[in-house]
């Protein structure tokens, strides 16, 4: 058993309380969180005592959109028109991927996630074989998205994914989904409709990234992307959409009356020049929010303080309003939220018998001083800087600005240059 | 003499060439920058050898805009509308500081700085000798602007405090100017305006940072407020303004024609929801352009990676142009504009003869992996995690998270809590 004392403890299971405490993980799970008597402490023997110091635990980051193995395109492309950026940089590089690269590019994502407190991603790529062994070897967790689309993937293909990757490890799920409707012939988008009937499974997408994407949809079928898959009934057993920048008053209230996820992408909509999400008005309406960093290649960096930094920030530019879209609402999304939306149900609070995914925030760093109210100094002025421990499904994998993966942080730099003779 | 070697430099002398090489430094100048033969290196000696292990020497980032002990109120009052957040939060608050307050806050801001890769702050505030004082004490380099208004300060003042303070340290200067046309009579600008006459120096002020400001101002003057500050002759011998978010087609020609420095804020006005300056239209007229993060009150942090990436991030949303504003012009700003815009024309790039005011950066993180483009990874991806050493006048105050100042960390940090209760 591992045990965290001498520190503040939040989490986020009933508000935004901060109260001294400790927490003891036993395995891949929390066993205790509060304040022991002297006799649970001498009942119980300890592997590992960490002092926080007077730091603060709290649930980690879960990065709710993502495509990992991106980072292989980190600033080859930047301050390029969205379209010259996809056609002529991204599709002919990740044509020429491998699963090699996959393997080596998410392992990177991987120490980046970390850094920043990520224990979970909500991953859309493709050779699921190799990023599957990245995650695993790496003891991240994560959970598969379907990309499938016209240029690759079937809604056969999804179902053999979707019984193999489920049960493959306690670290990895999988959800249905396609890449986005503009991408995606409606005959795939209808099988994989049958496919969450069957299996009673929630469904996610792109979804309202850009104006055109939606323009487009409402010309083939004079509906936006949101009613199109409603319509279907991909969206009865819950699920969610990716961006969501340009959505209707009835994309909400579809969004709502289902419970669907919106899952925001600050950085990758500012980088692009996508647009701002109208996330105050789905907090106005008790929309389900999360945040994701989106991939490397877009973004750049996969950081989730600079995305609650953003979700916060751009709303109150959006709305001229420095009043709009609160600190904690915003943690919260990037927490509880986005862990929710990922369907990890049981990794979004510090409480007995969830998974151990929890980080240290340093809280002896001047950016985190004076304590006048640490939720909002996380929020808005946080940085990776603050990251002192990461911890996923009970193993310590980060701390200290050290890593504890199957590999070093050097190999994996090095592989990743080196393999970038192969594009 | 100390010597830094086994590194990649980038000067910003000659564009943004990176090239392998060492840099010397000699008390605190740079002495030499390239690649030495061996006969030099046999005539040197060196007091201290720092393997660089292949990351990035260049010059420090200067923060052209700041008020440093507003530290005190970080997440003090977020999430208010302007108005509410001045009056009745920020005033009654300033109105208790005393010397002692400002020393400490200022202290726990230089922290920060030095965190950021920050070696000189260009600072309006008030209680100048205890702000000197910390400054001094810290060995960080400051450039004091006057803050005078209608509540404190006057040009006697003003002309005192110039005398004083410009020659009490080489760490230490000062500039004229005043708060803002709104703060401030015109009769004490004008008093202001012979000073600038008389001693050939610059102006500086808030300038155009919310639409009312601006428009009050041509309500009283018929004249925008940059243009009132130039028919008073202010802007004669040069200077610029802070903020700079609502300005007209005169406005940015009258700042082209005079050489002055447009000192961004993008932090800051995204916080406060005042709107995005238009540093697209400026690099297209050619107007010198610098940054800064402004007071930890309304920011909250104060971090240079945070700011490069908005100013660069909210032009592309401002025009809906994923190719406007590229990094290069970005780190720039950051670097040698912030430096000259606050008249530290020594302390700007790395020469020969120039103060040694320099970081390295830490290219074996993932976030700056793989290497395709050091320069856009440092604006898009960069965060504080990628700051390894800082040197201010040739001391190294800051390195691999340890802080070589004349106090320890955890000294600032109680103190800075404590005073808490004066307020």
Not at 222 to 249: I, Q, R
Request: glycine share 8%.
């Amino acid at each position: 058993m591992i045990r965290f004392y001498n520190g503040k403890i939040l989490t986020l299971a009933n508000g935004f309380d901060i109260t001294d405490g400790e927490v003891w993980v036993e395995r891949d799970k929390i066993f205790f969180v509060g304040d022991p008597s002297d006799n649970e402490l001498r009942a119980s023997s300890f592997e590992k005592e960490i002092n926080l110091d007077g730091n603060l635990l709290m649930p980690s980051f879960k990065n709710s959109h993502t495509h990992s193995a991106m980072t292989f395109l980190r600033s080859y492309a930047d301050d390029m028109p969205l379209q010259d950026w996809l056609t002529k940089q991204v599709f002919p590089m990740e044509a020429k991927l491998k699963g090699e690269h996959i393997y080596a590019y998410t392992k990177l994502a991987i120490l980046e996630y970390l850094s920043s407190g990520i224990t979970a991603s909500f991953d859309m790529y493709f050779k699921l074989d190799d990023y599957v062994k990245a995650n695993i070897d790496a003891g991240f967790r994560t959970v598969i998205c379907s990309s499938t689309n016209d240029f690759g993937g079937s809604p056969e293909q999804d179902e053999e994914d979707f019984l193999k990757f489920n049960g493959i490890s306690p670290l990895i799920s999988y959800k249905f989904g396609c890449h986005a409707e503009y991408t995606t012939k409606s005959d795939t988008i209808k099988g994989i409709a049958k496919l969450c009937q069957k299996y009673k499974e929630p469904f996610y997408s792109h979804n309202s990234e850009t104006k055109r994407e939606v323009l487009e949809c409402i010309d083939r079928y004079n509906k936006t992307p949101t009613e199109f898959f409603n319509d279907l009934g991909l969206y009865e057993y819950g699920g969610g959409g990716f961006h969501c920048v340009y959505f209707s008053e009835n994309d909400l209230k579809i969004f709502k009356e289902k419970g669907l996820w919106a899952i925001t992408n600050p950085g990758s909509n500012t980088k692009l020049a996508s647009g701002i999400a109208d996330i105050s008005k789905m907090l106005d309406m008790g929309v389900n929010i999360a945040i994701g960093t989106d991939g490397a290649a877009s973004n750049n960096a996969l950081d989730m303080f600079r995305e609650m930094y953003l979700a916060t920030g751009l709303q109150k530019l959006k709305y001229m309003d420095a009043s709009i879209c609160s600190a904690d609402d915003v943690l919260y999304m990037a927490t509880v939220g986005s862990a929710r939306a990922m369907g990890l149900f049981d990794c979004d609070t510090i409480e007995v018998g969830k998974q151990a995914d929890l980080i240290v925030i340093d809280l002896n760093k001047p950016n985190m001083q004076p304590v006048h109210n640490i939720t909002k100094n996380i929020v808005f002025s946080g940085s990776k800087q603050n990251v002192k421990l990461t911890m996923c499904a009970g193993k310590i994998l980060y701390k200290d600005g050290v890593y504890y993966l199957d590999e070093t942080e050097s190999d994996i730099y090095k592989r990743a240059n080196d393999m970038l003779k192969d594009f």
